[in-house]
T-cell receptor, first 112, second 110 residues
Framework: KAGVTQTPRYLIKTRGQQVTLSCSPI?????VSWYQQTPGQGLQFLFE???????NKGNFPGRFSGRQFSNSRSEMNVSTLELGDSALYLC???????????FGPGTRLLVL | QKEVEQDPGPLSVPEGAIVSLNCTYS??????FMWYRQYSRKGPELLMY????GNKEDGRFTAQVDKSSKYISLFIRDSQPSDSATYLC??????????FGQGTELSVKP
């Protein structure tokens, strides 16, 4: 069974631009969570989507948003990029009512 | 105080050594614990998960949970250079949110 896939793997943007990242979960997994990983803050939860609905949200500004499609694929968008948004963005999928999450390889975003 | 605390290391051991990686947590509601391994520039890979107190073994890896002291451990026997990675402990808070420790960087020297 294929794992979680994320595209693109690397991205370079400039301040003020916006970016969209994509995540395809493991087949059969309907829940997708997004995380931001930085050396200083570690892994921090952004939000979770299930059945095209955002069910939970972390403590990030409204510039960070996401959505989920009917095939469970998910996208996250960051608008008005800031230097501090440079990070590894990870998505993870899980089966309904299971706690274990499986991570993708991440998208490494560099904001200049 | 972070909900999950983990010594960031780095931890360096010789090949073949027994490695002990540890986390403490503050929220008594945490019931489920996971260990992830993350190689440089890769996503975290699920190593083990455990729901209850006690030990769970999988090959060279043993996960241990002590809920009375809010302490979780991962032991690696016969450590190999390929075990060199960052190890993250985590617990689900609900709603698809995992709370992670800072991660411990492990280096196993040949």
């Amino acid at each position: 069974k294929a794992g979680v896939t994320q595209t693109p793997r690397y991205l370079i943007k400039t301040r003020g631009q916006q970016v969209t990242l994509s995540c395809s979960p493991i087949s059969g997994h309907r829940s997708v969570s997004w995380y931001q990983q930085t050396p200083g803050q570690g892994l921090q939860f952004l939000f979770e989507y299930f059945s095209e609905t955002q069910r939970n949200k972390g403590n990030f500004p409204g510039r960070f948003s996401g959505r989920q499609f009917s095939n469970s694929r998910s996208e996250m968008n960051v608008s008005t990029l800031e230097l501090g948004d440079s990070a590894l963005y990870l998505c993870a999928s899980r089966r309904q009512r299971q706690e274990t999450q499986y991570f993708g390889p991440g998208t490494r975003l560099l904001v200049l | 105080q972070k909900e999950v605390e983990q010594d960031p290391g780095p931890l360096s051991v010789p090949e073949g050594a027994i490695v002990s990686l540890n986390c403490t947590y503050s929220n008594s509601a945490f019931q489920y614990f996971m260990w992830y391994r993350q190689y440089s520039r890769k996503g975290p890979e699920l190593l083990m998960y455990t729901y209850s107190s006690g030990n769970k073994e999988d090959g060279r890896f043993t996960a241990q949970v002590d809920k009375s002291s809010k302490y979780i451990s991962l032991f690696i026997r016969d450590s190999q250079p390929s075990d060199s990675a960052t190890y993250l402990c985590a617990s689900p808070q609900g709603g698809g949110k995992l709370i992670f420790g800072q991660g411990t960087e492990l280096s196993v020297k040949p």
